[in-house]
């Protein structure tokens, strides 16, 4: 389902409606009263009653009421409990988690007053259940709204078990019947199909018959509606008839409501083709939605001829069995099932015996589709290839998930995770580092699969400050390099280390080993790790003060653009204008440098190059116009590279120029209005960080959020007072009983929520607060 984008003053985010709401007001009053009175509301109800449609406009009603936001995770298509808490994370737009993301999301949302939509849970019950119940504890103004086909079992849930759709009872007489809900969705959706449709005196008993045999089931309703361009009224009551006897036959019956969803269900299938029946079975295997290619190559075969697919996909968007999502710029189209649907179509494949069969085929597809990820993401396709990912998430991860559960299959596994490293680079750090770690672990002979998958999983750990696993790994990749000779091995550790290097403020070391690494994917003519090693120099050598700088940086521009791969590209020009901004005072040219690459990221959401250019702009800005606008750029670059999960903003060589940009501003405008203007920067959304880099943002955007000291807990005002004492993080670990690693941590979350970048910088807030209010 096509998302939409949240305007700049309206934090969070909820899919687009596709299809007009019908009825429902009772239910919707229900909901809004329970929601209001208590902080964990789940609807129940069978599949295909309406949860998600319910809770989608229950969403969009109240969003006003929180000013954090509402947000809305689709869980139907996750299957690892184990990323939930990623999942949630990334949904919120909150990348810098640790291997703990329950307690980052419980910190992040302590005084968040937001509402939570968790989308079929049922699969996950059991891992929902515990996170909810976490994050409510933590977090006294989260609302959280659940759909799922069973209830939560956690303390203080409210329920609501979702109905069908008012159906007239069989004593309503007929003329009084067109008020009831289930008559007027059908209505709607059959005029979708034949616009002259009109419930009148010659169908009105026949359309109360369809909702009554239905049981008023929206989806149900909803395809039958669909065979309403080939079939009669009268028609289609005997053939759900016919679906109904062979459901209750030989068998219990089960449920009226399940056996309406399933009469529906089934009897759409019986009315497909036989070749459009076994596509459905088989699309059952992805996640998350598929792509024409995708289905050609795992679908096609005995029974469903290539060349026939594009027909068949058509012919099942025609009875919404599937449905599509409208193409962009970067992107074919896309199509989605419903999960109850999907369900159908994977007890089918099932009965069939297929299921692993397809599993192996969807595997095979997808670490296809990462080899030539790898092969041609440094090219004009580069856009495409990122954007492609994205939208194939779920089915990577479902892919990895049949790997990583079948023995002997780690392999496989590496193969997939292991080429796309520079996609979990660009914004799924934490969970491609996961995915590694235990492809590793399950591929224990040593070779060259397992060295690139040792390599991809050091160069993650590396930018997530895992430096102990990083090294670790490191030195066994070094070991197999060394056995098979491997120069693009060798190359690829080099830049690993250099960039650990730059990293730790040894610079000089630094460019050596990179310019060692520079010649070494030369010889073996990788151009996008030569790439990555020039602008990794220029990096370095402009720290250094290195001349150097300006011919890495053009070399770096020149083969970025001569490859046309735009993202590539922008870090390129991110050099330049480093470049531009310091060694010739060119501050003009320099912004639109930063800003250029900003825009070529953002069809990508690229937030680490992002956070890169954002710093950058602060740097140029704390030269030229050291100014409010200039604090504020700086505090939003602290909060764009708090979404990307990067940490190389606390890096020793970007915090000196930090430093010295921060001290120049502070010069000028004084040391209260530049706390004020970073604080206002720092509490900015990703969206409106990028607007204000852009130089697009309006005087609404801008309005700083109040109570920046209200955030604080009750531990954390305790600790800015050690601070302020100018006590280390040892000492106050000492003094409050508590390891150093947690001292860190609180430390951290202080400087983050008064948007503040040094402890120099609390103590003088602490200072100027004596009388501050600390929670009790």
Same mark, same amino acid.
């Given at each position: 389902?096509?998302?939409?984008?949240p305007?700049a003053?309206t934090?969070?985010?909820?899919p687009?409606?596709?299809?007009?709401?019908?009825?429902?007001?009772?239910?919707?009053?229900?909901?809004?009263?329970?929601?209001?009175?208590?902080?964990?509301?789940?609807?129940t =109800?069978?599949?295909?009653?309406?949860?998600?449609?319910?809770?989608?406009?229950?969403?969009?009603?109240?969003?006003?009421?929180f000013?954090?936001?509402?947000?809305?995770?689709?869980?139907?298509?996750?299957q690892?409990?184990?990323?939930?808490?990623?999942?949630?994370?990334?949904?919120?737009?909150?990348s810098?988690v640790?291997?703990?993301?329950t307690?980052?999301?419980?910190?992040?949302?302590?005084?968040?007053?937001?509402?939570?939509?968790?989308?079929?849970?049922e699969?996950?019950?059991?891992?929902?259940?515990?996170?909810?119940?976490?994050l409510?504890?933590?977090?006294?103004?989260?609302r959280?709204?659940?759909?799922?086909?069973?209830?939560?079992?956690?303390?203080?849930?409210?329920?609501?078990?979702?109905?069908?759709?008012?159906?007239?009872?069989?004593e309503?007489?007929?003329?009084?019947?067109?008020?009831?809900?289930?008559?007027?969705?059908?209505?709607d959706?059959?005029?979708?199909m034949?616009?002259e449709?009109?419930i009148?005196?010659?169908n009105?008993?026949?359309v109360?018959?369809?909702?009554?045999r239905?049981?008023?089931?929206?989806?149900?309703?909803?395809?039958?509606?669909?065979?309403?361009?080939t079939?009669?009224?009268?028609?289609?009551i005997?053939?759900?008839?016919?679906?109904f006897?062979?459901?209750t036959?030989?068998?219990?019956a089960?449920p009226?409501r399940?056996q309406?969803?399933?009469?529906?269900?089934?009897?759409?299938y019986?009315?497909?083709?036989?070749?459009?029946?076994?596509?459905?079975?088989?699309?059952?295997?992805?996640?998350?939605g598929?792509?024409?290619?995708?289905?050609?190559?795992?679908?096609?075969?005995?029974?469903?001829?290539?060349?026939?697919?594009?027909?068949?996909v058509?012919?099942?968007?025609?009875?919404s069995?599937?449905?599509?999502?409208?193409?962009?710029?970067?992107?074919?189209?896309?199509?989605?099932?419903?999960?109850t649907?999907?369900?159908?179509?994977?007890?089918?494949?099932?009965?069939?015996?297929?299921t692993?069969?397809?599993r192996?085929?969807?595997?095979?597809?997808?670490?296809?589709?990462?080899?030539?990820?790898?092969?041609?993401?440094?090219?004009?396709?580069?856009?495409?290839?990122?954007?492609?990912?994205?939208?194939?998430?779920?089915?990577?991860?479902?892919?990895?998930?049949?790997?990583?559960?079948?023995?002997?299959?780690g392999?496989? &596994?590496?193969?997939?995770?292991?080429?796309?490293?520079?996609?979990?680079?660009?914004?799924?750090?934490r969970?491609?580092l996961?995915?590694?770690?235990?492809?590793?672990d399950?591929?224990?002979?040593?070779?060259?699969?397992?060295?690139?998958?040792i390599? &991809?999983?050091?160069?993650?750990?590396?930018?997530?400050g895992?430096?102990?696993?990083?090294?670790?790994l490191?030195?066994?990749?070094?070991?197999?390099?060394?056995?098979?000779?491997?120069?693009?091995?060798?190359s690829?550790?080099?830049?690993?280390q250099?960039?650990?290097?730059?990293?730790?403020?040894?610079?000089?070391?630094?460019?050596?080993?990179?310019?060692?690494?520079?010649a070494?994917?030369?010889?073996?003519?990788?151009?996008?790790?030569?790439?990555?090693?020039?602008?990794?120099?220029?990096?370095?050598?402009?720290?250094?003060?290195?001349?150097r700088?300006?011919?890495?940086?053009?070399?770096?521009?020149?083969?970025?653009?001569?490859?046309?791969?735009?993202?590539?590209?922008?870090?390129?020009?991110w050099?330049?204008?480093?470049?531009?901004?310091?060694?010739?005072?060119?501050?003009?040219?320099?912004?639109?440098?930063?800003?250029?690459a900003?825009?070529?990221?953002?069809?990508?959401?690229?937030?680490?190059?992002?956070?890169?250019?954002?710093?950058?702009?602060?740097?140029?800005?704390?030269?030229a116009?050291?100014?409010?606008g200039?604090?504020?750029?700086?505090?939003?670059s602290?909060?764009?590279?708090?979404?990307?999960?990067?940490?190389?903003d606390e890096?020793?060589?970007?915090?000196?120029f930090?430093?010295?940009?921060?001290e120049?501003?502070?010069?000028?405008?004084?040391?209260?209005?530049?706390?004020?203007a970073f604080?206002?920067?720092?509490?900015y959304?990703?969206?409106q960080?990028?607007?204000?880099?852009?130089?697009?943002?309006?005087?609404?955007? =801008?309005?700083?959020?109040?109570?920046?000291?209200?955030?604080?807990?009750?531990?954390?005002?305790?600790?800015?007072?050690?601070?302020?004492?100018?006590?280390?993080n040892r000492?106050?670990?000492?003094?409050?009983?508590?390891?150093?690693?947690?001292?860190?941590?609180?430390?951290?979350?202080?400087?983050?929520?008064?948007?503040?970048?040094?402890?120099?910088?609390?103590a003088?807030?602490?200072?100027?607060?004596?009388?501050?209010?600390?929670?009790?």
């Open positions: 389902m096509a998302e939409s984008k305007a003053t934090r969070g985010r909820l687009a409606e596709l299809t007009s709401f019908v009825g429902r007001r009772r239910a919707l009053a229900d909901t809004r009263r329970l929601l209001s009175s208590s902080r964990l509301l789940t609807l =109800g069978v599949g295909g009653v309406g949860k998600t449609r319910l809770a989608l406009r229950m969403a969009t009603e109240v969003r006003r009421t000013p954090d936001g509402v947000w809305f995770v689709e869980l139907g298509a996750l690892d409990p184990a990323l939930l808490g990623h999942t949630l994370a990334g949904a919120l737009e909150l810098q640790s291997a703990n993301p307690a980052d999301l419980a910190e992040y949302l302590e005084d968040k007053h937001l509402l939570l939509v968790l989308d079929n849970c699969q996950l019950a059991e891992a929902c259940a515990v996170l909810v119940s976490k409510l504890a933590a977090a006294p103004q989260l959280i709204l659940v759909t799922s086909r069973h209830v939560l079992g956690v303390e203080g849930e409210q329920v609501l078990s979702v109905p069908p759709l008012s159906t007239p009872p069989v309503v007489l007929a003329a009084d019947a067109d008020q009831y809900e289930s008559l007027v969705l059908f209505a959706r059959v005029r979708a034949v616009p449709f009109v009148d005196e010659t009105r008993a026949q109360i018959e369809v909702c009554r239905l049981d008023g089931i929206p989806l149900a309703l909803e395809l039958a509606a669909v065979w309403m361009r079939l009669s009224l009268s028609q289609i005997d053939r759900l008839e016919d679906r006897k062979l459901l036959g030989g068998r219990p089960g009226a399940q309406a969803l399933d009469a529906a269900i089934g009897w759409s019986d009315l497909c083709s036989p070749a459009e029946r076994l596509l459905w079975e088989r699309l059952s295997v992805f996640a998350g598929f792509d024409l290619e995708g289905v050609e190559e795992v679908c096609s075969g005995d029974g469903v001829e290539r060349e026939d697919v594009l027909g068949l058509a012919g099942l968007v025609n009875k069995i599937i449905s599509r999502t409208i193409a962009t710029t970067h992107t074919v189209a896309w199509y989605d099932m419903l999960g649907i999907c369900h159908y179509g994977g007890r089918q494949l099932a009965e069939d015996g297929r692993r069969e397809f192996l085929r969807h595997r095979d597809y997808y670490r296809t589709l990462a080899a030539r990820w790898e092969a041609d993401s440094f090219s004009p396709r580069q856009a495409d290839w990122f954007i492609r990912l994205r939208r194939e998430h779920e089915n990577l991860r479902v892919a990895l998930d049949f790997c990583l559960a079948e023995p002997g299959e392999a496989a &596994a590496l193969e997939i995770a292991a080429p796309i490293w520079n996609f979990w680079f660009a914004g799924f750090l969970e491609g996961r995915y590694l770690s235990r492809a590793i399950a591929t224990p002979e040593q070779t060259p699969t397992r060295a690139k998958g390599w &991809a999983g050091a160069y993650l750990a590396m930018f997530l895992e430096a102990e696993q990083s090294i670790r490191l030195a066994e990749c070094a070991e197999l390099a060394e056995r098979y000779d491997d120069e693009r091995l060798r690829r550790i080099a830049e690993v250099g960039q650990a290097l730059i990293y730790q403020g040894e610079l000089a070391s630094a460019v050596a080993r990179l310019e060692s690494g520079l070494g994917y030369r010889a073996v003519q990788d151009r996008l790790g030569e790439f990555d090693m020039l602008v990794l120099l220029s990096a370095a050598t402009f720290f250094l003060g290195d001349p700088v300006d011919a890495f940086s053009r070399a770096a521009y020149e083969l970025a653009d001569g490859q046309g791969a735009a993202s590539s590209k922008a870090y390129a020009l050099g330049r204008a480093l470049v531009l901004w310091r060694d010739h005072d060119q501050f003009e040219e320099a912004t639109r440098s930063f800003r250029t900003i825009r070529l990221w953002q069809p990508l959401n690229d937030r680490t190059g992002i956070g890169f250019c954002l710093q950058g702009l602060s740097w140029c800005a704390g030269s116009t050291p100014d409010e200039a604090a504020r750029l700086m505090g939003a602290r909060a764009v590279w708090r979404s990307s999960g990067a940490h190389v890096t020793t060589p970007y915090s000196q930090d430093d010295q940009a921060e120049r501003i502070r010069a000028v405008i004084g040391d209260a209005t530049f706390d004020q604080a206002q920067g720092a509490a959304s990703f969206e960080a990028v607007s204000l880099a852009l130089g697009e943002e309006t005087e609404r955007d =801008g309005a700083t959020k109040p109570g920046m000291a209200g955030r604080l807990t009750r531990r954390e005002h305790e600790i800015a007072g050690l601070i302020g004492e100018g006590l280390s000492e106050i670990a000492a003094r409050l009983v508590i390891s150093q690693r947690t001292a860190e941590t609180h430390v951290e979350h202080i400087l983050s929520k008064l948007g503040f970048s040094s402890r120099a910088q609390v003088r807030w602490v200072a100027e607060h004596p009388d501050r209010q600390v929670p009790r």
